[in-house]
């Protein structure tokens, strides 16, 4: 799986093969990622690379779905990776507990699929029909919506506490 480069971008470079639970473990592979790679980037590079990574992951998630023939496979976790990178990025400069309780909202959003998460997800379900960009948009979509909800409730919480 991870010889095609889309498989290698989708598959989080191997961190959705993991037995149990991907969707966590490419998150935490994100927030790994991120933690590494936020020494040399500014906010206008991470702009710039989850853009991109937007870019490249709807094409890779579509590919490998396609060839996987199943229309939302738990191994693709780009999905997560690049969403909770932009939860991060939103919400930096935070620290650890911080950003611990934004994994621990982003997950609940992306596992529970609650009221717009749970639409989003539907949306571009290509059930019945052949895998196209749609479908791969829709795998990254509702992943975004789930940040969005994320950054929501931290928002929310920051404005209360004050």
């Known amino acids: 799986m991870l010889r095609h480069p889309a498989h ?3 598959l989080g470079f191997g961190s959705g093969l ?11 592979w994100a927030w790994l990622a991120f933690t590494v790679f936020d020494r040399w980037l500014d906010a206008w590079g991470w702009g710039v690379v989850i853009a991109v990574g937007l870019g490249v992951g709807w094409w890779a998630c579509t590919v490998t779905a396609r060839h996987l023939q199943v229309e939302d496979p ?7 990776i690049v969403a909770f990178w932009l ?3 939103l919400v930096t400069p935070a620290g650890l507990l911080a950003q611990a309780a934004a994994f621990g909202l982003f997950r ?3 596992a529970a699929k609650p009221g717009p998460v749970g ?4 949306r571009f379900k290509a059930r019945g029909r052949p895998v196209g960009m749609a479908q791969g948009f829709g795998i990254v979509f509702d ?5 969005g909800c994320t950054l929501l409730v931290i928002a929310v919480w920051r404005t209360a506490v004050g």
């Open 8 to 10: 290698l971008v989708a």
């Open 18 to 28: 993991a037995p149990w639970a991907p969707g966590t473990v490419g998150t935490l």
């Open 74 to 80: 738990s191994a693709i976790v780009w999905d997560e």
């Open 87 to 89: 939860v991060l990025w």
């Open 108 to 110: 609940l959003f992306d």
């Open 119 to 122: 639409w989003a997800d539907q």
């Open 143 to 147: 992943d975004l919506v789930a940040a």
